[in-house]
């Protein structure tokens, strides 16, 4: 190690500091203003320190619901949770288990149109789903499938990424292994299963946060995909409540709301953090 | 496309195995990337009924159309900019935080904390502070003379924009360029330290430059993530005004298509767009293949 003057350590930590209470700012600001009382949001300035409305707002906001659009009541915050967790959770698992079994059959079988298979998956990097939005919404609309979890999920349940990462991790995994399950009499899907996926265990628990955090945070489909408020997800919540001019908007219970719509992902991401920063920096290269 | 050396051998299982995939692809990639297509050369009416072929009417009205065009200019200055500052800013912390070596796990952990927020959450967040009506920074700013308001100000509009997207955003550059200056190796850096070079020149003449494919990396990949998903920021901060001054390629995509239920031109943006992503990702593929390794 190098030995730096004081100085210069006292310089970095600084900054440092500096650069962490910018990043949590907005976080701190929403937070105080969902313990506050309507009215004191609208003082000049608003308090900077949290009030004690802390159950108060929270309750109202997952139980009964803030105004929405035209002042008309909006629904409760738990069936906007509700929802966002079935779009993440159904997202991530069917990524998972597709990309898996896909990445399989690349990896450990040989077949003709194998290598037309993977280049088709890749391609979906360049069709994100904002580049085919009007089509898909008139494909899924055609299937009957506006206002359903399987027309919120279906077009969203592919990932080339995931695919990628499980393929170039299935070739690290020593040719041995196969040949001893296979001179064991071990079907393919019986290697599958207590083999291989055991040894997966690291490229999945970094996918499932990855795509938690996507399915989680998805915002353009489920507007265009859902029109009935029971499928609103925590993001269409938020943005319809405020879909109204802002002084109007009833803001401690928004904030209430916006607190409750980061919470799960923030904790996924600081609970698996050192697997997710390894994960993320050497699958994305 | 290189493979093991021992396999499987079944006939059926493989096709079975790589379908579910395959069939999602298919269905809901292929099919609607060339529905765009054809609905590209078409113009539909606002009702879906009649359906004329106009060849490439719809891209000439579109890239004649002051606005797009305008679009296009403002897609490009947003990714800049977004790019430019994350990267700034997240290459300056990092270098602080690898610095100070296992003592800045503390400060890590909260600086990647927005990568787990919402785009939408970020611009929730954002549209509160600076709010005409309720935002605390409106207030603080007319002390310094600077009446706010990005409903209003173009200029206010844009530089929100592009504050809650590079708020939003630095995280992920943080981590990879922390991931990049732990794998250079401690000892060019400490042979540099004992020709009596200073913290600040081991950065700029060994760190940084040995930082390159990183940031190249970075700079793709923070254009990809302003030319799509930033959407939410924009659809809530300014629904693309004042005066269009916000209004991204992929919020047009959106207001054409469903508010205007133009989806002929919709269309043919979407084109122009994948043909913007797909040099992109072809300028990323060309760059993973050369890539340098020290």
Request: some cysteine; proline content about 5%.
């Amino acid at each position: 190690m190098i030995a730096d003057p004081v100085r210069t350590r006292v310089f970095r930590h600084t900054f440092l500091i500096v650069g962490c209470m910018l990043v949590l700012f907005p976080i701190y600001v929403s937070f105080v203003a969902s313990t506050l009382r309507l009215e004191q949001i609208f003082q000049r300035p608003m308090p900077f320190l949290p009030g004690g409305e802390f159950l108060t707002n929270y309750y109202q906001a997952l139980f009964v619901g803030g105004r929405g659009l035209g002042g008309a009541r909006a629904i409760g915050a738990l069936v906007m949770v509700r929802n966002s967790l079935i779009l993440a959770v159904g997202i991530t698992v069917s990524k998972i288990i597709i990309s898996l079994l896909s990445s399989f059959a690349i990896v450990f079988f040989r077949f003709p149109g194998r290598f037309i298979a993977f280049w088709l998956v890749l391609v979906t990097l360049m069709l994100p789903v904002e580049v085919r939005i009007v089509p898909t919404y008139q494909l899924v609309s055609s299937m009957g499938l506006l206002n359903s979890y399987a027309g919120l999920i279906l077009p969203l349940a592919v990932s080339a990424t995931a695919t990628f990462l499980f393929r170039q991790y299935f070739m690290t995994i020593p040719d041995e292994m196969v040949e001893a399950a296979k001179v064991d009499g071990a079907s393919p899907m019986r290697f599958f299963w207590h083999i291989l996926i055991p040894m997966s265990r690291t490229p999945i628990a970094t996918l499932v946060v990855i795509q938690f955090v996507y399915g989680w945070n998805q915002y353009l489909w489920p507007l265009i995909a859902t029109t009935e408020r029971r499928f609103w997800t925590l993001m269409i919540g938020l943005s319809r409540m405020l879909a109204t001019a802002d002084h109007q908007a009833d803001w401690h219970i928004v904030m209430a709301i916006t607190i409750i719509a980061m919470v799960p992902t923030i904790v996924i991401v600081l609970s698996m953090q050192q697997q997710f920063v390894k994960g993320l920096t050497e699958s994305e290269k | 496309m290189v493979g093991k050396r021992v396999i499987f051998k079944n006939r059926r299982l493989p096709y079975l195995l790589i379908s579910p995939e395959v069939i999602l692809v298919l269905i809901f990639f292929i099919f609607p990337a060339a529905q765009a297509l054809i609905q590209s050369l078409f113009r539909e009416d606002a009702f879906g009924i009649t359906r004329t072929f106009v060849g490439l009417a719809n891209f000439r009205r579109a890239l004649s159309e002051p606005l797009y065009v305008r679009a296009i200019g403002t897609t490009i200055k947003f990714a800049i900019a977004v790019a430019l500052s994350t990267m700034g800013v997240a290459l300056f912390l990092s270098s602080l935080a690898n610095a100070i070596g296992r003592k800045a796990l503390p400060y890590q952990t909260i600086i990647i904390a927005p990568y787990a927020v919402a785009p939408l959450v970020a611009g929730v967040m954002w549209f509160f502070m600076f709010s005409p009506a309720v935002g605390l920074f409106t207030y603080l700013l007319r002390f310094v003379g600077i009446q706010w308001n990005h409903t209003i100000i173009p200029a206010h509009a844009f530089l929100l924009v592009v504050v809650a997207a590079s708020w939003q955003r630095m995280s992920y550059n943080f981590l990879f360029y922390l991931a990049g200056m732990q794998s250079i190796p401690d000892s060019l850096v400490e042979s540099a330290a004992i020709d009596g070079a200073t913290p600040m020149k081991r950065f700029w003449f060994i760190t940084f430059p040995l930082l390159s494919p990183t940031s190249f990396f970075l700079l793709i990949m923070n254009f990809i993530y302003t030319f799509f998903e930033t959407f939410p920021i924009i659809h809530q901060l300014t629904q693309g005004g004042p005066s269009n001054a916000t209004a991204t390629m992929v919020y047009r995509i959106y207001r054409d298509g469903f508010r205007g239920l133009d989806f002929g031109g919709s269309a043919a943006q979407s084109v122009v767009l994948m043909a913007f992503v797909v040099t992109v990702v072809a300028l990323q593929f060309r760059y993973v293949e050369r890539k340098v390794v020290y």
